[in-house]
């Protein structure tokens, strides 16, 4: 294989390991509420605790990969993800665990733009799109930590489930560590980068990364409440619970390793406008669903309709014609990551006031927001017009 090849499949093994940590995270979600006594408005706000600090961490990831290359940035919080989630389940006490998931999604934020960046070169040297099927990998990730963190917490407890995945993700990161390609460009020192860029003033990037917000909200709805959703609501056990993100991410894996190709043939706006129909319909599916078993079948639908539309965004980003490609990308992700590690503390707490079923039936609605600003995403095809 060429280094550009080796390149993808490299980034691909990060994709998939900071999807894998976050699938089985999810499986852990349901059992703090149990360990540490609390309600579900205050497991809200140690999510909320969660988002900040990725959201935080994203604020910096541009400039810290416009000076250091997203190669090395990768590397860097891709080792440090490896021992987060143990470290999370062991914390014996809120006030250990609080700070602990901050830093769980400082380490998965700053991996993820990181990541991100480095597939758009990827894109670069291959001279095609590869966005979607990236983002695949990281879903079928959460798929597999998901469904086989489900069972060995089940099986094994909590702990040991912790520690097995840390060790799948060493591996996956020691097997990309030095096939990750770098920028063609040399990177510019930190301390001459200019200021502006922390925050970007380009209205049109802006609007990208809200639509990605209101892309990533049921994303993150499904990821950090379906268990609880499915368990409390809707009488499945343990096992079953887990199964509501899992097939989720499943769907959205099937979809994106497609996503490719559709975008190519029908445009990144035809791609995006489709696919918010069909998330949307998920969604109410869920929210109406009688049983559990439905519920399962119309999030797998969700995670059909939503798999394409934040790589859209993320690869427009990487092309906006009047920024740097990290910057764009951190700003976006910034913004976008919101709705999957800052939203779920407010869905929690509109949980406990209207039900799960209401919720996510407002969500149905966000989607359609998007669907209809479909337009503004029309950089994502400039790889294919170039």
Same mark, same amino acid.
């Given at each position: ?68 290359? #997203? ?60 966005? #979607? ?16 963190? #489900? ?236």
């Amino acid at each position: 294989m060429t280094e550009a090849q080796r390149g993808r499949w490299a980034v691909a093994a990060l994709f998939a390991t900071n999807g894998f940590v976050m699938g089985a995270w999810a499986v852990q979600i349901p059992l703090l509420l149990t360990r540490h006594g609390i309600s579900t408005t205050a497991l809200g706000l140690l999510i909320l605790g969660l988002g900040l600090g990725a959201v935080g961490a994203m604020l910096f990831a541009g400039r810290l990969i416009a000076a250091y290359g #997203s190669r090395a940035v990768a590397r860097v919080f891709a080792l440090a993800t490896i021992p987060a989630l143990p470290l999370v389940v062991l914390a014996p006490n809120l006030w250990l665990l609080a700070p602990l998931m901050a830093l769980l999604g400082a380490l998965i934020g700053c991996m993820d733009v990181a990541m991100n960046a480095n597939a758009v070169e990827v894109e670069r040297r291959l001279h095609r799109a590869i966005m #979607s099927s990236s983002h695949g990998f990281w879903s079928l990730g959460g798929f597999c930590g998901g469904l086989a963190g #489900s069972y060995v917490v089940a099986t094994w407890g909590p702990m040991v489930q912790a520690l097995a995945v840390s060790g799948v993700a060493a591996a996956l990161v020691a097997g990309a560590w030095r096939h990750l390609i770098g920028e063609t460009q040399a990177p510019q020192p930190l301390e001459n980068a200019p200021k502006s860029h922390l925050l970007p003033r380009d209205l049109s990037l802006w609007i990208l990364g809200f639509m990605a917000l209101f892309s990533m909200v049921p994303e993150g709805a499904v990821l950090d409440w379906a268990a609880i959703y499915l368990s409390r609501e809707l009488g499945a056990d343990l096992f079953r619970a887990g199964l509501g993100f899992a097939f989720f991410a499943g769907a959205m894996a099937v979809m994106r390793f497609a996503g490719d190709g559709i975008r190519n043939r029908f445009g990144a706006v035809r791609t995006l406008r489709f696919s918010g129909l069909i998330s949307a319909a998920g969604l109410l599916g869920g929210a109406l669903a009688p049983d559990d078993i439905v519920a399962i079948a119309a999030f797998a639908v969700a995670g059909l309709g939503v798999a394409n539309m934040v790589p859209i965004m993320f690869s427009a980003a990487g092309n906006h014609p009047s920024l740097p490609s990290a910057i764009a990308i951190s700003t976006v992700t910034m913004v976008g990551y919101a709705g999957i590690l800052i939203a779920p503390s407010a869905i929690g707490f509109a949980a406990d006031h209207i039900g799960f079923r209401a919720t996510y039936g407002v969500l149905a609605l966000v989607l359609l927001v998007v669907t209809a600003l479909a337009g503004r995403v029309h950089d994502a095809d400039r790889l294919r017009r170039d």
